[in-house]
């Protein structure tokens, strides 16, 4: 099966606990006010790829120590049976997978889905596509209620733990307030596919973009788009 892909990175480690595989699905339609992925809201300006090469990469991952999977967007329900086949593979894997224990605690690699949707937006086929998350976070991001929580973009979004690995490894997080970086910055040269390209991944802190951007420009990084602006 073919999902619209915004981008990977591992490893991953402001948007879920411990060092984890990131998998952006391309296509948002929820056009929240203030959200930092514009470039991920138009459905096919990303690239069309096989579940199967994700799954590939998540194995990948495993083997190299990954703690968790986190799929956000762009808005992953809106691809939900790409979106449950991929989880479906993933919990696969994670059971078959020779190392089993997460270096933080001991706790298999969990799978964290970020949605705009709340829980009353959940049809069938988003409820079934999220039957392999171990959490979900769920709720528009709102720009003018600002939090503190971690891993959470605006106050009204919502840690749901959904399975009992979700319950276990996410209780210590779910009114947890950010204690360290809240971005991680991946730089990629330039090269055939492109001039090169700054990504912030994780969840900025109100104003924090704006830092980042006059700290990159201080080392000569001027950035010629970005994708929190329209
Ligand atoms: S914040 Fe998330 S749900 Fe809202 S527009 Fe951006 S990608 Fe879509």
Known sequence: MRVELSGTHFPLETLGPGRRLGIWLQGCRLACAGCMSRHTWAPHEGESVDVATLLDLWDAALADGAEGLTVSGGEPLDQPAALAELLRGAARLRSAHPRHGSAVDGLPADLLVYTGYEESELDASRHAALAHADAVVAGRFRIAEPTRLVWRGSANQRLAPRTALGRIRYAPHLDR?????????????????GPPAVRLLGVPRRGELSHWERWLGARGLRLRERSWRP
């Open 177 to 193: 307030e950010a204690d360290g970086p809240a971005v991680q910055i991946v730089v990629t040269p330039a090269g055939p596919a």
